[in-house]
């Protein structure tokens, strides 16, 4: 792996972040060796019957990370590109995610490598059930907990609920989270991650004395994450000045009309065609003048080859691992505020975690309260990183890294090691 490669590795992102907070918190070397080391690793192959016949087999994927402070919780994502070293590098980032804001999961990933713009409804059911049933073992509401991510979504999670709950002979509602609301799903969960994203980066403002009307947003990746928090911000008065997705971006300095966007993209499935802006490459779009770039789209898309043309004041992490460790350095230096992925987007499993408890409750929760909880959880994890920051001298991705360490780190130490 070359150097460039490393750069662009999640597992490898992860693993130079864990490394600075650990000497930061001047760990025991056999309790950082246990923090790093994941707990089980699993691979499948997931034989699968083609509509036209033909057997076809994948590759799937499950990495559960930590079981320290409760079950193990993570999304499953499909895509062509998915592999054993970005589910594990994931998985970790979970478990710091769970333990950043403070909710009893440790962290999982799970993915198949396939290409879901090849699949059809029926196979992709197919792949998803014989995954579950592949994994079956070693999920369920006390030990592994699955989402939603990348190319996933509600229908995915009613599936792998039925599958489970078909194996085990009652209906285990809890057994996924992301579901939709009439199978155990939770009210405010569509929107949580992005949500999240919007209250951290009111935080943010707070701290720099701007108001959101008067502040400039770049969203780059338009997916669920994507477009919730771009209509979140955009009716709470931020002006959304661009927007991203696999086919390019739109631009408009006087601000983009974002319910019209995405009733577009809902009928066309792409932001191509969008007459509301100028066209934009959806690369070039992240090096474009703004207040807030929030980056929702994929890994590594800010790294040193374009940190250095970054224009953003405030950097707010909707995707997983959208900046590598070396743009960290850069965006620092610069006096980019990052609010790091571990934080920004961990209203996703915050909300899923409240999903978990009304399932378990069989009582669920109006909206309003789901929220006014969710809000209470972000800005008192944000508080924390920005505290840690502070108090460690380090950015805040390296902030978050080491209270979310240090909370694993003492439960270990609570818990003791069983042999």
């Known amino acids: 792996m070359d150097v ?30 246990y923090l790093r080391t994941p707990n089980r690793e699993i691979i499948v192959h997931i034989p699968v019957t083609m509509d036209n016949g033909h057997l076809e087999v994948f590759d799937g994927f499950r990495v559960q990370h930590s079981i320290a402070r409760g079950p193990c919780k993570g ?3 499909y ?3 998915v592999t054993l070293d970005e ?22 990933k799970g993915g198949i490598a396939c290409d879901v713009e090849r699949l059809s409804p029926g196979e992709l059911e197919r792949v998803t059930r014989r995954y579950t049933a592949e994994i079956l073992d070693y999920i369920g509401p006390e030990r592994d907990v699955p989402a939603p991510d990348m190319n996933t979504n509600e229908q995915t999670m009613a599936w792998i609920m039925d599958t489970y709950s078909m194996h085990v002979r009652h209906t285990t509602t809890a057994v996924v989270t992301g579901k939709p609301i009439d199978l155990g799903g939770s009210a405010g969960r569509r929107e949580a991650t992005g949500r999240g994203c919007m209250m951290t980066c009111d935080e943010a403002l707070k701290r720099f004395g701007r108001e959101r009307q008067d502040t400039r947003v770049i969203v780059h990746g338009f997916g669920n994450v994507g477009s919730q928090a771009a209509r979140l911000m955009h009716e709470s008065g931020y002006k959304i000045i661009g927007v991203a997705d696999i086919s390019g971006g739109l631009y408009n300095s006087r ?34 003048d703004c207040d807030v770039l929030l980056p929702a789209a994929t890994e590594s898309v800010i790294n040193s080859r374009n940190a250095e043309r970054i224009k953003a004041r405030i950097l707010v992490e909707g995707a ?60 008192s994890a944000f508080d924390q990183v920005v505290g840690y920051g502070e108090r460690y001298n380090v950015n805040n991705r390296i902030a978050a890294y080491i209270l979310a360490i240090d909370r694993v780190a003492f439960t270990l130490k609570l818990r003791g090691i069983y042999a």
């Open 75 to 77: 999304g499953v994502r």
């Open 255 to 288: 601000g983009l009309d974002i319910p019209a966007l995405i009733e577009h993209v809902e009928e066309d499935r792409t932001i191509e065609g969008f007459k509301g802006g100028e066209s934009i490459g959806n690369t070039e779009i992240l090096e474009q």
């Open 87 to 108: 589910i594990r590098g994931l998985a970790a980032e979970m478990t710091w995610k769970c333990a950043v804001v403070n909710i009893p999961f440790g962290g999982a």
């Open 4 to 33: 460039v490669d490393k750069e662009l590795s999640v597992y490898e992102s992860m693993a130079a972040r864990f490394d600075i907070a650990v000497q930061k918190l001047n760990l025991d070397p056999g309790l950082e060796r």
């Open 320 to 379: 997983n691992s959208p900046t590598t460790p070396p743009a960290d350095h850069i965006l620092f230096d610069r006096g980019v505020f990052v609010i790091p992925d571990i934080l920004a987007n961990a209203g996703g499993v915050t909300v899923s975690y409240f999903e978990w408890v009304q399932d378990r409750e069989g009582y669920f929760w109006s909206e309003k309260v789901v929220n006014e909880r969710l809000h209470a959880i972000m800005v």
């Open 79 to 81: 895509g062509p590109h």
